[in-house]
């Protein structure tokens, strides 16, 4: 069992899953997940949220051994959502008299989740900037409501200058792979928190205000070095703002002669000199990255057959996907194909007019079946668009 130290008296105490299949339910984790949970000894002992039910055995041994035959007296918990809070109930019953730090909504909810022996008696209610000491160490509580879910708070250690972020700063993959940050909790951010972008903002302009050392995220590993870094990521991304030039091609193909236009398109664009594109297949690769990789670039190009009077599925899905997560501010092209009665184009209009500051490109390519010259042409005049503005 591989040991993190935080600090001498901020102890790691989460769990690494390499074998969970859907995290979240939806997303696919190549590298697994980490729950991370956190133990502050000092006169009172702090445990920093709870772990996955999947986690529970292995959690308990850590704070065990971390406690040293002392016992707990606070559980803050930042978020009631069940891959950190599931452990709750065996919590307190193993630890009678420890208090539960939340604030009115966590307790709401903790009321529908379990069902705690003398809950009015133990639990601490805190507020916006409420502080509580625990001997050489205070924490003080900001509230980050929507920063995945409504009773999401912070918490400012102020003596070693430690934010414990909540799922803010999160990342998938365990905390033994060997992997650069970026990738991972791009993917994460926008799949989890991404609807949320003025909330993230919200929290960024209180932390601003802070000192911070160490930011302690609820997934993924403790961020001690260059943390502007990570700061200017969040805030690029919950902007809205596209991090990248560059193009994401996505394609919903039913034989193939769609995903031979997407393939085309790659083409037409490396040989004018776009150095960064990504393609999806939106029926076979992971959604969740395909949505990542349209926050990420400025530019994006949909290409779809045609389906039931309206768009293959896949490409409806993915947008839906998009609207929902309040996708905004990127320039599109649209390639559609039809054998008889094209209608994927209007049905990709559709959902992207709903969308925010999005500039559709005038040439929409209209493939009737098969690609031919004339369409190689069009998507000539669509890229011409896409990279320069169109006439
Ligand atoms: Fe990691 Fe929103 O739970």
Redesign the pocket.
């Known amino acids: 069992m591989k040991e993190i130290n935080i600090t001498e008296q901020i102890k790691y105490i989460g769990v690494d899953d390499k074998t969970i299949d859907l995290f ?1 339910g939806q997303y696919v984790v190549p590298n697994g997940i980490s729950y991370n949970s956190y133990l502050i000894k000092d006169e009172k002992n702090v445990i920093m949220d709870t772990v996955d039910k999947r986690a529970t055995e292995e959690w308990f041994k850590k704070l065990e051994k971390e406690l040293e035959n002392e016992k707990p007296d606070y559980l803050v918990v930042s ?1 009631m ?1 069940p ?2 809070a599931a452990n709750i109930q065996k919590l307190t019953e193993k630890y009678p008299n420890m208090k539960i730090i939340g604030n009115e909504k966590t307790f709401t909810f903790i009321q529908q989740f379990f069902d705690i022996q003398k809950l009015e008696e133990r639990k601490i209610v805190v507020k916006e900037g409420d502080t509580i000491s625990t001997g050489k160490h205070t924490l003080q509580f900001f509230m980050a409501p929507m920063v ?2 409504p009773e999401v708070m912070v918490t400012y250690e102020q003596t070693e200058k430690i934010l414990f972020t909540a ?1 803010g700063f ?1 990342k998938f993959g365990t905390l033994d792979t060997d992997e650069e940050w970026t990738c991972e909790a791009r993917r994460y951010y926008f799949n ?1 928190v991404g609807k949320y972008g003025a909330q993230v903002q919200q929290l960024l302009k209180k932390a601003a205000n802070l000192e911070i050392k160490t930011i302690c995220p ?2 993924g590993p403790i961020l001690k070095e260059n943390l502007d870094f990570y700061i200017q990521k969040y805030d690029i991304w919950s902007k809205y703002e596209p991090e990248d030039e560059g193009v994401l091609i996505a394609y919903a193909s039913i034989y193939g002669n769609t995903k031979e236009a997407a393939q085309e398109m790659v083409s037409i664009l490396k040989e004018k000199g776009v150095e960064k594109i990504a393609i999806t297949d939106l029926a076979r690769d992971d959604m969740a990255e395909a949505i990542e990789d349209a926050f990420r670039y400025d530019k994006m190009i949909l290409a779809a057959s045609s389906y039931n009077m309206g768009v293959f599925p896949f490409m409806e899905q993915f947008l839906h996907h998009l609207q929902g997560k309040h996708f905004q501010n990127r320039k599109v092209g649209i390639i559609e194909n039809g054998t008889w009665a094209p209608s994927a184009g209007k049905c990709m209009k559709e959902i992207l007019e709903k969308m925010k500051n999005i500039e559709i490109c005038p040439t929409v390519v209209t493939i009737r079946s098969k690609m031919n010259e004339q369409n190689k042409k069009e998507m000539q005049q669509l890229a011409e668009e896409m990279i320069r503005g169109g006439e």
Do not use: A
């Open positions: 979240e978020h959502e891959d950190h995945h879910w799922d999160g989890i609820l997934h």
